[in-house]
Every structure is written in C-alpha cells, then in structure tokens.
C-alpha cells in the first residue's frame, strides 16, 4: 500500500488552471491528494500533524458478538466511563433462532413431554406395586422397575436440554481491565455476528494516532510535543503503518510524563513535530527534474493558488517561498491534462 495519489486516478473536479503556469485547488482536493507545503529556510512554527486519542492495544481489547442474538443485562446495562475488570459479566447474549428451527425444537420437546408423562405413570405403576409386596429384595431384583426408572430420568434430562436449546443465554465478559471506552449498542438491541458490543481502555495507557502521506517523515523525526493549556509534555514515537481503506500512514505516540489531565479515546489534539532536516537538503525539498539540466518546483501564493516555476537550481526560490514538498508530482499532471 502506498500514499502516493495520481491524478488519473482523481476527478480533476473544481481545478482550474490559470495560465500557462497556475493552477486553482480545492482546499478539500488539496487534503485527498496530500498535498504538503513549507516554507523553505523559514524559522517560522514547527510543522505540526492532528492527532487522536486512541487505545493502547496492549492494554485494551473489543468484546463483539460470536452470533446474531438479542442483548440482554447482566444485573444493569454498563455505560461507557465505568471501570470493569478482566472476566466481569457485562451482558448476556440471546441467540436468534430461525422461525423454522424454533417451531422443530417446539415440537420435539412436545414429543418429549408425551413420552415423559408416559414414562412417569409406567415408573410410578411399577413402584406401586413393589411397595404392595413389600419385599425389598424383589423390588431390587425387579428389572423391569429398574428399566423404567432409567428410561424417566434420562427422559426428564432430554427435556431440560432441549429447553435449554430454546432459551440459552451466552455471557458476555470483558477481555481485560480498565475502563468502558465505547459502548455503541443498547439493552435490547439485536445485534449481528461480529459486531463491536464494548470497547475497553485503560485510561492510564493510551496513544496518539496521526495520520501523515509522507512516507519518509519517521525517518526524519527527532521528536514530538503534545501542549494541553500551559503544559507541554514530550512525545516518544512508537512506529507507523499503513492506513486502513485509505492513503496515507499512521504514526503512533505516547506521552513520556503522565498528563495534566486524563485523555479520553476519540480526543483530537495538534502535536508538534521535531524533524531533522539539514540544510543542505532543504533547498531541494519538493524539486522536480525537468530535463535538459532544467528543475521546478510548485509555490503556494495562495490557498488555493498554486504556480509552477522552472529555473536551474530550486535554491533560487527559498528565500521565504512556501513550497509544495510533497504532492508537486500530481499538481504537474493535472496541469499537463488542462493543456
């Protein structure tokens, strides 16, 4: 999977070129093809990413459903905020049963009930009638009444399975310790086979999930900075992976010191970044070869404004020039498809 975005690929919808050399983006455009400017040479703010507040997978686990059933709560329904413990019910499970296979198990259990009062009166005639004799030794020796004994106990133990079939509640428990992060289901609802019931997370152990179409930014990254009010606390970065139905990879963070105040998973927050940049590379940041020894590179004048300069070196335009630096690809193809 990569993040790279090609404008064959794109609508070129509300782009418009101005000129030989100018293009209008949409700011919405801009996101989807991750396009990324930066002022070349500045001392201007430290680029920063938008991150969430998620889940430390190895301290946090998803309870969904094992089949389609109605839920039902344990002594009360649970809401999210409340603490749980690895093990602890937090609902039950009632099945769904087709129609056809509940009106089968009906009428096999009526078959079983038939059978069981007949068993009964056969076991009760034959204890009758070896009390009647009253000769223990008989009764023992009395296979018959022995038969008939066996054949109602195992009669009556069918019946409480076969009710049990039509009536049987799966637990459902938490797969670890800590808090309910997420309940989207509701007492009563009925649920499908692999949905999300409860989420857990231990509030004391999440990360920051950010989302980046640079894929050599981690390779860059000396550090990062979470501010929360007057606080800053620095960030260790923890790995990246691709980003799921989408473009773009997703760099994880953890806080090193505890924060001023708990974070909540689905929290947004902007951190800063520490990237090693060194100079000498700089300049060349977001340079396209042309050919002939010629280079360009695309200038952000504008919001939505971008222009395409050529020259020999991209040095020439650092000199306080935001640059596109990641994306300057594409925008030259939907320039080339405008002509």
């Excluded at 990413?49 to 969904?64: K, Q, T």
């Excluded at 038939?114 to 068993?119: C, N, S």
Aim: proline share 6%; with cysteine; aromatic share 4%.
């Amino acid at each position: 999977m990569t993040g790279i975005v090609h404008a064959a690929s794109i609508t070129p919808e509300g782009v418009r070129r101005i000129g030989d050399t100018e293009l209008m983006v949409p700011k919405g455009l801009q996101r989807l093809l991750g396009i990324r400017t930066e002022v070349i040479g500045s001392t201007g703010g430290a680029p920063s990413l938008l991150a969430e507040v998620v889940a430390d997978p190895r301290y946090s686990g998803e309870l969904r459903a094992a089949q389609s059933g109605t839920l039902e709560p344990a002594e009360r329904w649970r809401l999210p905020g409340e603490r749980v413990r690895k093990g602890e019910l937090l609902a039950w499970l009632r099945p769904t049963m087709a129609q056809a296979e509940a009106a089968r198990r009906q009428a096999e259990i009526a078959r079983l009930d038939e059978r069981l009062r007949i068993a009964k009166m056969n076991f009760e005639r034959l204890r009758v009638q070896a009390d009647a004799l009253d000769n223990p030794a008989a009764t023992q020796n009395n296979v018959y009444y022995e038969q008939a004994d066996l054949e109602w106990r195992a009669l009556q133990r069918q019946r409480e399975l076969a009710g049990l079939g039509l009536a049987v509640l799966q637990p459902l428990r938490a797969p670890a310790d800590g808090t309910l992060a997420s309940a989207p289901v509701r007492e009563g609802e009925l649920v499908s086979a692999g949905q999300l019931l409860f989420e857990i997370a231990d509030p004391e152990r999440l990360q920051l999930a950010a989302l980046s179409h640079d894929a050599t930014l981690p390779a860059r990254l000396r550090g990062a900075t979470l501010r929360l009010g007057a606080a800053s606390l620095p960030l260790s970065y923890r790995g990246s992976e691709p980003q799921r139905g989408g473009t773009g990879w997703k760099l994880l963070f953890e806080t090193q010191s505890p924060p001023p105040r708990a974070l909540l998973p689905g929290e947004l927050h902007r951190i800063e970044l520490d990237e090693a940049v060194p100079d000498a590379q700089a300049s060349q940041r977001g340079c396209l070869a042309l050919g002939n020894g010629e280079r360009g590179v695309w200038l952000h004048t504008a919001p939505e404004r971008f222009v395409f300069k050529r020259g020999v070196q991209c040095a020439a335009w650092s000199a306080g020039d935001r640059r596109v630096v990641q994306g300057a690809a594409v925008l030259e193809q939907y320039l080339h498809q405008a002509e």
